[in-house]
């Protein structure tokens, strides 16, 4: 019920009606009527009918369905994150609507503004990021323009130089020129590779350009995991329970199995947890095969391999969220170095070119761990086919992202509606396929599908993702899932960007956002 | 040389300016603070003013540049925009609000030549500003011209 005093109030002055006439003609008391007009009781649609009958307004004018919405907008941004803070007062926007309409649409244009501009702010902020250095160098390479102009103009001009002068100046002219060249060689490689020196502002991004730098593979974890799956691995046994064994008589680790209900540590939704005093490593016993195989292995890694992880992490200089980051995606890459051996697992992804079904059914492991292996196989004498890795959820929120300096992938809100990880939710549980083309002209190869983690029971809502991968598109003949998109001209291709508001096709149908590049 | 070469320049410039005749500046040595960190160009405009008879000084920092500043006051001051510690426009800024210094000729010299640059140094105080990369003459000529316009004091 929306109070609707205030405006009673005024549209009763506006008629010239006082408050005693109008509440004799209904037949309540003046002082009820008082109450009403200051909000102090609420009124049904019965009395609200005489009301507008008496003053002769339509019902609506007292209580507009605008104001229903207004209430419910200005509800919805005190959930603002803007507002954390702030405490709200979740009543008051019935208050304010009915007191301050006006105030109240206010508040919400200044607030909307704030959040476009926020928008605007942050894709710029993501061009600018590159900037104070290219405001660096071309300041230095017009320093070195001026001298080299300078010299030769004295050189031409002068006649009668002396000859330790002119010999001084043909030097500088010559240094100058070498300078020149290499200030703008490395220009350009700034601008043609601009993941290698962007530095991010998120620690999601940091950890992501801590991986670039070190290009996704690390030699140490590599050889970690290969020795210790030669301890562990047991030819009589399956991989779990040779874990479970050694585990217990190595560490003295319990894994024991729970409902995923018994959690109590936030950010792991019920799926493992470890208690120190016990040495228990307790597992949801809804957790998959694939998933239970990894987190025991992650565990036992963190306990074998903790000095050598730790020393990669000290040797990278990293600290706070960013640290904890880059030890979960360690942790993650060397489970996953142990699970699939580096190089039976290159020569599988090579015989089957790339198959994620058949290298599933060969090496255990979810369609997940899979595609997150592919990002790691960069030896340099063995390399597999680059790939890019992104998972996001249906309403768009990124979890793992790994790019490459040549292959952007979209960091937060506002991405392409056009990207192969949004449509795959279409066809949920189905491998799905693009040849994307970004607005500068270069092609890709996407491949995604979604993936559901069941945590609860029948009904409860599944966790769901969609992981994509993809790769430059000159590597499409090594992968199977290029064949059919292939060799079809232009009508396989879909136009596509990173992020709405700085994608620059302007009659685009699936705009969410203007763009701000027409505006630069 | 540099008698001649005002006394012509006057001329063909300055019509409305009386030629100054070279016994008048005789006793007057000019001299001029380059403010540069880049040792090059440093090099360069030193032997080109140095050609027109000044006297040079060089500052490789903003915090230099007003130490030589207080110190040894010049007729006229080059500087640069983009300097450690102090830059230009800090430079400019507290140059201009120092009794002493505040008539001291300045030609900014800079890479930086955007148009809210040079109106920038100009509002804050500066005599011209060429932007690099420039023509010798331009800014041997600027030069000559500001010391021209200092009032002569007997």
Redesign the interface.
Known sequence: MIPLGPRLRSVRKKKGVTQSSLARSIGISVSYLNLIEHNKRNIGPDLVARLTRALDIDPEHLSAPQDARLIHDLENLAAEPLFRDSRLEPKAPRDIVANHPRWAQGILKLYRTHQTSSEALEALSQRLNRDPYLVES??QI??I???I???S??LE??PDLPDD?RN??AT?IS??SRKLGSTAKALFEFINEPGKSLRSSTPADQVNDFLIDRHNYFEELEQAATSLRARIENSSHRLSDALFDYLLAKHGTQVKFRSPQARTTPGTAGRYQYDKKSRTLYLANTLPEASARFQLTQHLIELEYGDILKGILKSADLTGDVYQGALRALLNYAASAFLFPYEAFLEACEKTRYDIQLLRRTFGGSFEQICHRFTTLKRSDAPGVPFAFLRVDPAGNISKRYSLPNLPLPRGDGACPLLLAYRAFLTPGQICTQIGALPEGEQYLYIARTVSKHVGAYGEPDRMYAIMIACEIHYIDQVLYGDQLAGHGDQHITPIGIHCRTCPRSSCQHRAHGSVLGTL | MIFTHLANHAKLNFNLIEPITPGEWEPMHKTVLIAEDEPYIVQSLSFLLEKEGLEVDVAVDGRQTLDMLRKNPPDILLLDLMMEHLTGFEVLKILRSEGELKDIKVLVLSAKGQENDRRRVMELGADKFITKPYANNNVVQSVLELLQSIPQTQ
């Open positions: 071309s300041h017009m320093n323009i001026t001298s102009r300078s010299f103009e004295i001009e002068v002068v001084s100046m500088g240094a100058e």
